[in-house]
Each structure stands twice: as C-alpha cells, then as structure tokens.
C-alpha cells in the first residue's frame, strides 16, 4: 500500500527541524529557504503547521507542465520533478492550489515534496510526531483532498 | 468508438492520453500540422535561450510514446470538416469519427503594418519560427520585439539571454497589459530598462522597410530603429478557418458548452482554439493558455466516452518569468466593482502584490517578485473561499496570503 | 563549515554597511557567538566608555551551530557594554532570528556610532541597507515588526527590534525577536535605542554549511536523542517549562519573594507550572501550547492565553491572543518578587515587557523594589502618580508595565533599575542586586553555590552564569548539600566555563541538563574545521571567562564588586529548610580567586593570562 505524510498541527511546535532535514537532504546544507516543508506559524492562536505537497489525485502541477517534467513515482505515488526535463516555465507553480510546488530562482527549476523516495526525512527528524508517514488511507486529508475537489474546475465525475 | 483529435498540442495529447486511460479499446487518432512530434510552444524560449535543445520542448518524451498508448499520429494539415459524413479531409483523404475534437489551436497573426513579408522578419511561434530567430539573434545583433504582451515577454528573457541589443515596442500604455494592472505593468518595464532593453510603450509599429543589409522599423512615435531582426508577438488568433460551411458555431474561437461541445453534437473544441466559460466572469472567453488547455482536454475527453464531465469554468491566470523577475496574475486582476483592493508595493526593490476581494472572496491577483505559494492565490480563488477575520489582515498585509488560505482551511 | 566567514559591519554614524572577513583566528580561540562577540567588543571599544554613547558598540552574534539542525541551535547573543552594570553584556536569545541572520549569510553584526535620525537595518542575504525609521520609532515591538514584513512583502522576515523602553533609555530595555524571545537582560535594548536603531529585519536563502556533513548529521542526531530520552529535557520541560521549578524552589526555601525579605511565597503554587494548566470556569486553561525555538527539539517555550474575563484584558480595551507566556523567572519576578499570585495579571505584564521590550526579571525586581520603598515610605503616591504600590497588589504591578512600557511617570523611575531608583531615593540598600543587575529566582541563602556565582557573575547578578542549582537541587551532574560551601568554588568554576562554551557555540544551556560537554563537542568538531577536542573546549571557556572579567577590570570593576547586597550575607532566611542560614560568600571567594589563578583582589595573575593565551 502506498503510503503518505500525515500532519498534525495540534504537536507541532515550530522546531524547524523537518524543514532543516528536508533542505539538508536536498542540499547537504541547511537553508529552510531551499526545504519543501514550510512550517507555518500563528502566533495569536498558537498553531504551527507544517505544510506540504499532499500527492493529490488530481495532480495539478503535473497536468499543467508542458514538457512532462513531473511524472508519478509508480512505487511511491510521489509527483516528482524530472529535474533534467523541467525548463522554469513555471506553469505549474501557478496550477497548484496549494502553492506547495514552488519556483527556485538559485536552480532554474522548480521544487516539490518527492517523499524522499519512500523514507521522508521530515518524518524521521520531527521529534513530536507531528508529522508521520502512513498508509494513505489513514491519513488525515482528507479534509484537503475535499478542498481540492471542490477547486477542481470539473465538479466531479457522473458516469 | 473511434476518436478523432485535430491538432497535436497540449489539448490534443492530453486529451488522447485521458481517452485512452477511460476506454483502452477506442481507436484514437492524432492530426497534428507539424512535422516535429508533439512539442510545446511554451518550451520555445527555452530553446532559445539554450537551456533545453528541440527535443526539450516534446510533450512526452519516450521514444514509441504514442504507439505504446495506442494512439495512431497523422501529420497533415486537416482542410475540412464534414458533419453531416463524421469525417474530416487531410492529406486528399477523408478519416472517419464517431466523436471529434478539435484542438487546433491558434497562429500568431501580423499587424497590420507594411513591410512585415520582408525577410528577417519573424514570428516567435513554431519550432521552424525559432530556427529562423536563432540564425538572426546572435551576440549584439539589433533586435526589435513588437509586442510587449505575455509571449513577447517571454520570448524578451531569451533574447536577452543570447546577448542581442533589444528594443520593445508594445501598443498598451504598460508591459504585459492583459495581465498586469498599471502599477505592475510599469514595474516590469522599469525593470527591462534598467537591464539595458529600450521599452517603448503607447508605441505602434508604422512599417518596416530594408534598409542595405538591415531593416528599418518605422515607429508611431517618430522614431526609426534599424535591426537585424524583427520579432513579431502581437497576438495570436484561434485557427478555425477549415471549419467554415462545417456548421460549427465560432465567434472568436470555437463556442462550446459546459462539456466542451460545441454547436454540432458530437464535436468537441479544447484549448487555445475553445470559447469556453471564464470561470471569474462566466462569460465565454478565449484564454489561451496552459493551464485551460490540459483542464478542457481532459474535460471534454472524458464528456467524448460518455463520462458527463460538467466544466466549471476556466481561470485566467499566467506566469512569467521576464528577466528574471516573475510575475503572475490570477482571474479579475483588475477588481470587480464594488470590490476592494490589497495592495503593496516596493518600486525599488521590484515587489507587488494586488489582492483584489469580492466582500471576502478572493477574485483576483498580481504578484511581482514573488515565487512561493503563488499558486494558492488560484486555490483561493477558484474555491471561493470565505476568508473571514483573514480578510481585514489580507488588506492590512496582502502577502499574507499563504497564512489566510491556510487559516481558512487547515487551522 | 559552520561559518559563512563574513561580518557586517554597520556605521550608524556614517550611513554605511560594509562586509568584512570573520577572524578565523579569533574564531578558533573564543569559538563564536558570547565569546566571540566579547573579543571583537574587547578590541574595539575602550571598556571605559559610558554604554549609551556612540562610542559603545553593539554587536549580534551567531554560534557555529545556529541555523544547523544541532538540537537547540538557535541561539544568538547581543553583546555590548551594559548599560544597567556597566560591565560587559551578553545576552542570549532564542527564536528564530539568529538562525535567519546565518541563512543571509552573516556571522555576526557589529554596529558602531549612532545614527542621526531613527533607522532599522534591513538584511536581505548579501545586501544590507539603512532604512528610515521614524514612522516606526514610538511603535512597539510587534507592530514594528508587522509594519516591516508588510513593508518588504514577505512574511518569513525574522525581526529583532526595540520596543518604547529601548527608546527612551529604561536601563533594562531589552532585544526582542519573534514577538517573545528576548536578548533580556543588562540594558542591550537600552544601547541599540541610544544609537537611533529601531529594529533588524533579517531574510536569509544561503542556509548554514557545515564541515563534515555525515558525521554531522551522526552526531546531532545522537545528542537528540539524549535529549528525548532524559526526563528534565525529554518530558518535564516540553510539559512545564522552566515554571516546572517553582513550586520546587519554594519547599527548598530558595524563592525569594518580597524583594528577597522572605524565601518562601504562599501564592507559590497560584503562578507556577501546577497553575497554568488549572481549567478555568469556561474549562479554559493560560497555557495553550509550548513553542521550541529555531531547531529545538526540547520546546520549552509557553505559549499562554489570558482570559477574556480578566480585569487586565478588560481595562486594555482589546482582543489579546495568545503570546508568549511565562517562564519561571518571569513569573517569579512578577509575582512571587512583588508577593503578587494573579497568573493572569502576571501573563499580561509578561506580554507588556515582549511589547515594549523590557527584561521581565530586572522590570519585576525592579518594582518589588519600589514596593518596598512605598511600604516604609522612602516613596508615597505623590512619586507613584496616586498609585497604591504595595506588595500583593496587581493592579499597581500592571499599572507599572504599562508606565515604563509608555515611558510615562513613576515608569519612568521604574525604568531606571533598582539600584538606581534606590539611589535616588536614599535607600541603596533596598536594591537586590549584583552589579547593579536584579536578581534572578533563586534564593542563595538555599543554595550557597549560587551566592558564589551571582558575586562572580560577569555580567551582575545571573542565573545563567553558573546555574549550581543544577548540581545544588537537581543533582546534575552530581549531586550536592546546597546549604554546603564546600566544593561550590570549584563547581561554580566548572559551571561558568561550561556555560561560557555554550553561550558561544550557538546552542541553548538548557540543553545541558542532558548534554554533557562531550556530547557538545561531537557536534561542533563535525561542525568546524580543525580538531575541538574536549580539552580544547575546556580551555576555551576559561579563556572566555577570563577575558570578560579582563574587560570588567579595565571599565573600573574592583574586587569590590564581586559581591551580594547586606541582606543576603546578614538577614538570616526566615523560613523554609533554609531558615538561619546567610549567604556565605566569604567562605567561598578566596578559594574561588585562588581556583581561577587570579589574585587574591580577583585579578588574572601573569601566568593565568600565559596559560590561557590571553
């Protein structure tokens, strides 16, 4: 079974530590400006979330690159970016209503979760728990794959 | 049931690959005019510019792709299409459909200004367009782009690139006028000039004549600038000429419904060449971009097998990288009335953000500057999303967008 | 590695921000961050100079761990010449900040001169400029910094900045960054406002390198799993925070309350740890959440709200969301300190000092203080503008914050620091403190370690110097009698140099309750170039300490200094495991002086200076 990230805002504290472990491990330097977790915060309400690419369904950057630079992982189910194939057009930054595939200036490309291939290092480095890797149908997003349903410009298939 | 799709662009291919993965025994057929296999024309600059050679521009790049998928490609130029017979003409022949879709997409068209057959003149739309620009556009040739508009500035990052010295000639009284407010538009201009491109705005070309081995490009404001070569990205125009006496309603483009059909049943219109629904306005609309191209295939792809696939509407909405400084819009850019407007703006450092809110819908945006999370103003905008309290905080700090969206759905 | 080997160096006086290359040397010899910074600050100002002059310096300093993922590598520190003590000042922050200033690429700031007009610094990777200011001096700390991530678009912005107190020169303003992590104590905000300096806005993309990745990443993770594993640092804190202590600190008898009269509060357990978490009426609680710093997997931080019924929130007049909450010396020093056990009032005056950017510890010692000047009458309301300011009383603790915080009336005696309002008032010997610093939460009449440590202590009196109550309460790393002298010379010895290795490698001394010095070291020899041995380590901190006492001796600091105020060597604790004991400094300085191989006046002796290649 395929398996995706799962967050929960309610243990984050704003450690940073995913977003050091995810730009380590795509940089071998730490800069949360290069990490493709970004942990957000509200300080008057005392949430932090972390926040990413939930692999959605629909795939929204993917079905917009005009070059085929984001293809489907058949093993982890993660939309990664062919770094030799991707021009920066930069389509699909604006495609995603998520904002959670992002242009890089320093690289000419663009950038987004890849689960590390099937061992995120978010995972390993967040020490609360608040982000786990689990069985897809367990996770808690549904909640976001209802958001982006509803931003699909299709309303849902009627056979 | 056989599928027949007339043209070989983004909607063609994706539509076919979304045909093929709803009914893996349909016979599909792919015309494309073209003798390259199916490539973007957004990938043109690039190629230009040398960061990707032609094969970077193909839309799938495995060798056999379409063979494998099943899909049979014909290259020809389609001349008509026969409702009444379910057939369309190519190449002397007639090919039969059971569901037609046209994607035939658009052509840049020239101005009006005399002297454009000249030679050295060129468009910036083909892969053979690009050929001819890269012989031309070398290190410190005269370079004159007409048209400031969202191809044009594109293709003025690539010629930058290769070093030409580049003057821009743009109608509109800004850069970028169909998707940047004045402020920005501006913005990007001051932005080109300071990089060393001579920008002239509220500025026609009057004609071109040859002037020894160069050209000369006359100019409404007086002045003449002689170039090596001209680049021409006033616009581009729906190619539906073959369907006259077919039957098909167009106006601009081919004037389709809520299933990409359009006036003959069973004929289906997607991409740059579909008057489809606006999803800000619901009015129907020509987009011509990207994105609308792969959300129409795959819409009327599905509505050609049978699967109902009602479409909402698309989203205007681009991208653009002019040298260097990105800039997008979303939707009604310009407001709504009776609507607010969030906006800030840094003219040294070449940042701006508009929100522009319907009451505490999000309707439309700009940004310059700025590349993370951009694409939530779309997810904002297209869901309708009530921001609340986040509104007031969104007109105070309009770059707090990822945090409103964010409190809004996942707080 | 570690270091992206530039500085900036900022001439307010002139207009000019200039890079230069980081003393590698230097580096290698006081590590970075606290050590670091006092070395260029040694070089470069005459330690004589008066602290709010142009010529004083004010220098923001990273550690070679901040910005990696070393476990608490946060860190950062201000140090200049300190206005409240007139010694040396290094005060350590948190949050995110110090992280974002190594991702723009900048080991650390040096800010000279002073600007004409206000102005906040803008760093945005390698560009640093000087921006006007003056529509942002007056605002305080949060909405300067709202006003500059608006300005500049971009809400990752990380923001130090002074708030009123700063300002107007109240001898305990404060640095604040991230709303409620501070650079609190010995004045810092008080020597940035007197240069016109309003705030730092920091953007960093370069991120932090280090030296041997692999073996980097071995050892920060291993140390965060020590961290996980140890019960102060893997549950206690995460749970309580450092408010866990409170109620510890008042059944030893060490919690000083009422301007240290007493050692012991009854309102104890109302504005500890136990408290915070007590379900109100409506079943809400003050704390909503703990926070971690920039790369802390520890995430002590509170996270408190007040509630709306509460007479503070009602009286300001507006909506207060959550902020950062109380620590344990805030709490003391507002509530047990000034005998006051409202946990809101004390989370609302909490919020006041992050606003408006004064210490919390110097601010509540320093009205505990006044209090008692009130109660035998060296001050009356006509001083205090009408106020009632008697011990136990909320309302004049709130009315108090809002004063200094406004820079208006009795706030603005207030906002001269005990020893100076005590001065003012003829009663030198109502001031608790050590160099002119307020004490912290720990009584050393309980814990005669920390008598030692507050006289030493080169920056006045800190807990954070040589926290003995480690070994003293918590038996880290070994346990030992508190009420004993013995062994304390050479603990608070140890203690002080540990710390001084800490405080300039980048991370945060509460780690230390896990951490020993060796898991310190794995991290930063893969860190840094060269070999950091342990012994290494070691000398570097007595070097550090060292050369802070050097700077001391030569701003004028004597001997004489090194001392605690009457009331804590003569009036006998009255209550509590303590009762009848004094602190006994006399018992433990000259062993103290002899250890450290200084004079018997507390000077470095020739030799010392050899050793220590000072």
Aim: hydrophobic share 40%; proline share 4%; glycine share 10%.
């Amino acid at each position: 079974m395929q398996r995706s990230l799962q967050i929960d805002p309610e243990k984050c504290t704003a450690c940073m530590q995913c977003e050091l472990a995810c730009s380590y491990q795509a940089t071998e330097s730490f800069n949360p400006s290069q990490s493709r977790i970004k942990v957000f915060m509200f300080h008057e309400t005392a949430r932090f979330v972390p926040y990413t690419c939930t692999q959605c369904a629909e795939a929204w950057c993917m079905k917009a690159c005009p070059v085929d630079a984001i293809q489907v992982n058949a093993e982890t189910g993660a939309k990664e970016v062919i770094d030799s194939l991707c021009v920066g057009c930069k389509v699909c930054t604006i495609a995603c209503p998520f904002g959670t595939i992002n242009y890089s200036q320093s690289t000419g490309k663009v950038v987004k979760c890849d689960l590390c291939g099937g061992d995120p290092e978010c995972v390993k480095a967040c020490p609360t728990d608040a982000i786990t890797y689990v069985d897809a149908d367990w996770t808690g997003l549904d909640k976001m794959r209802a958001w982006a349903a509803k931003t699909d410009s299709q309303s849902g298939a009627q056979a | 049931m056989k599928h027949v799709i007339i043209g070989a662009g983004p909607a063609g291919v994706i539509a076919a690959e979304t045909l093929r993965a709803a009914d893996a025994r349909a016979e599909i057929t792919l015309i494309g005019d073209e003798p390259e296999p199916p490539y973007s024309r957004m990938a043109i600059p690039y190629v230009l510019s040398g960061i990707i050679d032609e094969t970077g521009t193909y839309l799938r790049k495995d060798e056999g792709y379409f063979d494998n998928l099943g899909v049979e490609v014909v290259q020809g130029r389609v001349e008509k299409v026969n409702p009444g017979k379910c057939s369309v003409t190519v190449n002397g022949g007639n090919v039969n459909y059971d569901r037609l879709l046209i994607a035939s997409g658009s052509r840049a068209v020239k101005p009006p200004i005399s002297g454009l057959d000249l030679p050295g003149i060129h468009h910036c739309w083909t892969l053979e367009d690009s050929r001819g620009i890269s012989d031309l556009a070398k290190e410190g040739a005269k370079v004159v782009l007409m048209g400031a508009g969202f191809i044009g500035c594109i293709i003025l990052e690539s010629l930058v690139a290769r070093g030409v010295e580049l003057t821009v000639v743009e109608m509109g009284d800004r850069m970028v006028p169909r998707m940047m407010n004045r402020s920005a538009g501006n913005m990007i201009r001051r932005w080109c000039e300071k990089k060393g491109v001579t920008v002239f705005t509220s500025t026609r070309g009057d004609g071109v004549e040859q002037a020894g081995t160069e050209l000369k490009v006359t100019l409404s404001n007086g002045k003449a600038i002689n170039a090596d070569l001209v680049v021409v990205a006033t616009g581009v125009a729906p190619n539906i000429e073959f369907l006259e006496g077919s039957g098909v309603k167009t106006d601009t483009g081919i004037l389709v419904d809520q299933y990409l059909e359009s006036s003959v049943p069973g004929i289906y219109a997607a991409g740059d060449v579909a008057e489809g629904f606006d999803f800000s306005t619901g009015a129907r609309t020509v987009q011509a971009i990207q994105p609308t191209a792969a959300d129409h295939a795959r819409a009327a792809a599905l509505n050609m097998t049978g699967i109902k696939t009602p479409f909402r509407g698309s989203l205007g909405m681009n991208v653009l990288d002019t040298l260097g400084l990105v800039s997008t819009s979303f939707g009604l850019w310009n407001g709504v009335g009776g609507g607010e407007r969030a906006e800030v703006i840094d003219e040294e450092n070449f940042r701006y953000v508009s929100l522009e809110f319907d009451e505490d819908q999000l309707v439309g945006a700009i940004t310059l500057g700025h590349t993370d999370h951009v694409g939530v103003l779309r997810g904002l905008i297209q869901t309708g999303t009530h921001l609340g309290a986040w509104k007031q905080r969104l007109m105070a700090d309009p770059t707090r967008v990822m945090e409103a969206y964010l409190a809004a759905t996942q707080v | 590695m570690a270091w992206h080997k530039k500085i900036l160096r900022v001439n307010l006086s002139k207009g000019t921000c200039e890079s230069e290359p980081l003393n590698l040397k230097w580096a290698g010899k006081y590590i970075g961050q606290r050590g670091l910074g006092t070395k260029y600050l040694s070089e470069e100002i005459d330690p004589k100079v008066d602290p709010l002059s142009p010529e004083n310096k004010l220098i923001i300093a990273t550690g070679p761990l901040t910005g990696t993922a070393a476990a608490t590598g946060g860190r950062w520190s201000v140090i200049c010449k300190g206005p409240l003590t007139g010694a040396i000042a290094a005060s350590n922050s948190g949050g995110y900040f110090g992280a974002e200033l190594k991702f723009a690429g900048w080991d650390m700031i040096i800010i000279e001169g002073r600007s004409d007009k206000p102005v906040y610094l803008f760093v945005q990777d390698d560009k640093a400029q000087l921006l006007p200011a003056d529509d942002l001096w007056g605002q305080d700390v949060w909405e300067t910094e709202e006003a500059l991530l608006a300005r500049h678009q971009d809400p990752q912005i990380k923001v130090a900045a002074i708030g009123k107190a700063g300002e107007i020169g109240c001898m305990y303003a404060c640095v604040v960054n991230d709303k409620h992590r501070a650079a609190g104590r010995s004045g810092v905000g008080a020597v940035m406002g007197s240069k016109n300096l309003k705030a730092i806005a920091v953007r960093g993309t370069q991120g932090v390198p280090v030296a041997n990745p692999a073996e980097f990443m071995a050892a920060t993770t291993e140390a965060k799993k020590v961290l996980a594993e140890d019960a102060v640092t893997g549950q206690g804190l995460p749970a309580m925070g450092t408010q866990v202590i409170m109620n510890v600190m008042n059944e030893l008898g060490g919690l000083p309350a009422h301007n240290h009269r007493d050692v012991q509060f009854d309102g104890a357990s109302k504005i500890g740890a136990e408290a915070m978490i007590l379900p109100r009426p409506d079943g809400s609680t003050n704390l909503v959440k703990n926070q971690a710093c920039f790369g802390c997997t520890i995430a002590c931080g509170r996270i408190s709200k007040i509630s709306p019924e509460h007479f503070t929130v009602k009286n300001s007049g507006k909506e207060w969301g959550a902020s950062g909450g109380l620590e344990y010396e805030s709490a003391w020093a507002f509530g047990a300190d000034t005998g006051v056990d409202d946990l809101d009032a004390l989370t609302y005056v909490n919020f006041l000092c992050n606003m408006h950017g004064m210490d919390t510890i110097s601010f509540g010692a320093t009205v505990a203080a006044a209090m008692e000047l009130f109660e035998i009458g060296a001050i009356t309301t006509k001083e205090t503008g009408g106020i009632e300011l008697k011990f136990g009383s909320a309302e004049a603790l709130v009315e108090m914050a809002l004063l200094v915080g406004r820079g208006e009336g009795f706030g603005l005696d207030i906002g001269l620091g005990s020893k100076r309002l005590c001065e003012k008032y003829s009663k030198p010997e109502v001031a608790m403190v050590v160099k002119g610093q307020e004490f912290p939460a720990y009584d050393p009449r309980a814990m005669q370690g920390m008598a030692l440590g507050y006289a030493t202590s080169n920056r006045g009196a800190c807990h954070l110097r040589g926290y003995t109550v480690s070994a003293e309460v918590f038996g880290v790393p070994v346990k030992m009698e508190p009420s004993a002298t013995e062994g304390k010379a050479e603990i608070t010895m140890a203690f002080q140099n540990a710390t001084s290795v800490v405080d300039s490698a980048g991370i945060c001394s509460f780690a230390t309750f896990a951490w020993t010095l060796e898991d310190v070291q794995k991290q930063l020899n893969a860190d840094l170039e060269g070999d950091w041995s342990l012994e290494r380590l070691l000398e570097t901190g007595e070097r550090i300490w060292n050369l802070e006492r050097q700077f001391n001796l030569s701003a004028g600091l004597t001997k004489a200094d090194d001392t605690l105020p009457a009331r804590l060597l003569k009036d006998a604790a009255k209550t509590g495991p303590a009762k009848g004991k004094v602190a006994e400094l006399g018992k433990m300085l000259p062993e103290y002086y002899e250890l450290r191989g200084w004079t018997p006046d507390g000077v470095p002796t020739n030799a010392t200076l050899d050793r220590l290649a000072l």
